[in-house]
């Protein structure tokens, strides 16, 4: 009978502790949990009004900034929501600073691509819209995020740089320029008049209002060939117009010389053949 007695003040005891424990900490863990739900309401909603102002200004920078801003926010609510738990915010503070920094020594590349993005963004050798040639890749860009830019390719493909490859590596920014000289090669014939054909080349390009007078286009003899005089045009576009001038001249060209009987060799060979007696 005592040892039922004895059990029961135990468990009426354990109850009781149950009970201030739950009267103690549950206002805190359901207000810590409301904070939490809508924290992350308020910064999502944050970052996406900054998103929206910060793109119409600078859609280069947005991604990464709205990302790191996002990134900071979190790490802080969940500091705050710890706190108001009763988890004492140095200890916090002192895990995730080792957290971070073992995440840190397992993440070396990642840290690098975020350098790299700083990096991308101080000295700015691109922006989004601008048309790169990287790491064997042409195309647009359309993102810098925080660790990765994102780039387009002309044939509709999704390339994804890690942002320390490009922060370390030669890269081309093909549109930093509104103009770029478009170089082509016509060869003619041994036996064709060179001035002729410089003639009806010049007038090919200024009938076209996609080349630009100034600078002057230059039409010169650039080699004597195996097997034809190749003629040097290096006209002057806007970035935009570079390839269409340059595919259309190519068809002009052609249909011209032919008008005007200029001939574009192509290689031959003679082959002479001896009887043997």
């Given at each position: 009978m005592e040892?039922?007695?004895?059990?029961?003040g135990r468990a009426s005891e354990l109850i009781d502790q149950a009970m201030t424990l739950i009267m103690t900490y549950a206002p805190k863990v359901v207000l810590a949990i409301i904070t939490l739900v809508v924290?992350?309401?308020?910064?999502?909603?944050?970052?996406?009004?900054?998103?929206?102002?910060?793109?119409k200004k600078d859609p280069t920078?947005?991604?990464?900034l709205c990302g790191l801003i996002g990134a900071i926010l979190k790490i802080l609510l969940f500091i705050s929501v710890?706190?108001?738990?009763?988890?004492?915010?140095?200890?916090?503070?002192?895990?995730?600073?080792?957290?971070?920094?073992?995440?840190?020594?397992?993440?070396?590349?990642s840290l690098?691509?975020?350098?790299?993005?700083?990096?991308?963004?101080?000295?700015?050798?691109?922006?989004?819209g601008d048309t790169i040639e990287a790491e064997g890749f042409l195309g647009a860009v359309r993102e810098i995020t925080i660790l990765y830019t994102i780039v387009?390719?002309?044939d509709n493909r999704r390339i994804v740089i890690p942002n320390g490859s490009l922060s370390n590596a030669t890269l081309v920014n093909v549109s930093y320029y509104d103009t770029r000289r478009c170089d082509m090669t016509f060869g003619i014939a041994y036996g064709?008049?060179?001035?002729?054909?410089?003639?009806?080349?010049?007038?090919l390009l200024d009938e076209d209002e996609r080349v630009l007078p100034e600078p002057e286009p230059r039409i010169s003899v650039g080699s004597l060939g195996d097997n034809s005089v190749n003629i040097i045009v290096r006209p002057w576009t806007k970035t935009d117009d570079l390839w269409p001038v340059y595919w259309d001249m190519h068809e002009r060209v052609k249909k011209a010389f032919d008008k005007e009987g200029l001939t574009i060799p192509f290689p031959q060979r003679d082959?002479?053949?001896y009887k043997s007696e």
């Open positions: 040892d039922l007695l004895g059990a029961e924290g992350l309401w308020l910064i999502t909603r944050f970052v996406g009004v900054l998103d929206n102002k910060l793109g920078l947005n991604k990464f710890a706190s108001m738990v009763g988890i004492a915010t140095t200890s916090f503070i002192a895990i995730i600073g080792a957290a971070g920094l073992a995440v840190g020594l397992a993440l070396q590349g690098g691509n975020f350098a790299g993005g700083v990096l991308i963004l101080i000295f700015k050798p691109f922006k989004v387009d390719t002309f064709d008049d060179i001035d002729k054909a410089r003639a009806v080349i010049k007038q082959v002479h053949l």
